[in-house]
């Protein structure tokens, strides 16, 4: 069990560009969620995956947000035409099947100037 | 949509003295977990919590589930420097244990020696 890992774990991005992060789940864990955190808030849900499924996506991302799983191991989550206001810790976690309990990685924190 | 509140946000206490946070859903939960967050750290599961009324302790810490399963408590007894982080409460709507997890705000603890 090697734990969740996130890359890279600091982005600094211009307005405007796009940028990509990349999250491993603990070996065998079928579902991967992605959250986003500001300072100082909780985890704020950003959407689901069960296997290479994506079974929810939260009503307050923009299309500018687009997620995949496309094995149903790693995922990927994509911002385009980053915004200043997407500046956040973006923690991706996963959990066993049959369990509730989420697991999290140390995070991707995206700076846009 | 879901809410899930914690009160108070922030609390300050003396090495020794008890601490509790409130956790509050705006609908019926099928169950509510609790993590810790230490400063510069990511989200750590300690405890989930499925059944109505439900105690359950874990060394100086308590933790409840309100009988119409839509609010929650943590008390830890006689706190010690090693309590400070951030603690989230963490809710899920419906009656299956998989789902997009809501988080609080989350109650800063921080802890004078």
């Known amino acids: 069990d090697t734990g969740v890992s996130q890359d890279p774990r600091h982005k600094i991005t211009k307005r405007g560009q796009n940028v990509t992060f990349r999250c491993d789940p603990i070996?065998?864990?079928?579902?991967l969620y992605w959250y986003r955190q500001t300072l100082g808030q909780g985890p704020e849900f950003l959407t689901y995956f069960q296997n290479e499924a994506q079974l929810e996506k939260s009503r307050l991302l923009s299309d500018r947000f687009s997620a995949e799983r496309p094995k149903g191991s790693f995922s990927t989550l994509e911002i385009q035409r980053t915004e200043q206001g997407d500046s956040a810790m973006y923690l991706c976690?996963?959990?066993?099947?049959?369990?509730?309990?989420?697991?999290f990685g140390e995070g991707s924190r995206l700076t846009v100037l | 949509g879901q809410q899930v509140m914690q009160i108070p946000q922030y609390q300050h206490v003396q090495e020794g003295e008890d601490f509790t946070t409130y956790c509050n859903s705006s609908t019926t939960l099928s169950n509510i977990q609790w993590y810790k967050q230490r400063p510069g750290g990511h989200p750590v599961f300690l405890i989930q919590?499925?059944?109505?009324?439900e105690v359950k302790k874990q060394k100086r810490l308590t933790f409840q589930f309100g009988e119409a399963k839509k609010n929650s408590s943590l008390h830890i007894t006689a706190t010690q420097t090693t309590d400070v982080g951030t603690y989230f409460c963490a809710g899920r709507e419906g009656s299956s244990n998989t789902g997009k997890l809501i988080f609080g705000q989350g109650t800063t603890l921080q802890v004078k020696p």
């Open positions: 919590l499925v059944k109505s009324g």
């Open positions: 976690a996963s959990v066993r099947s049959g369990s509730g309990e989420l697991f």
């Open positions: 070996s065998e864990h079928n579902r």
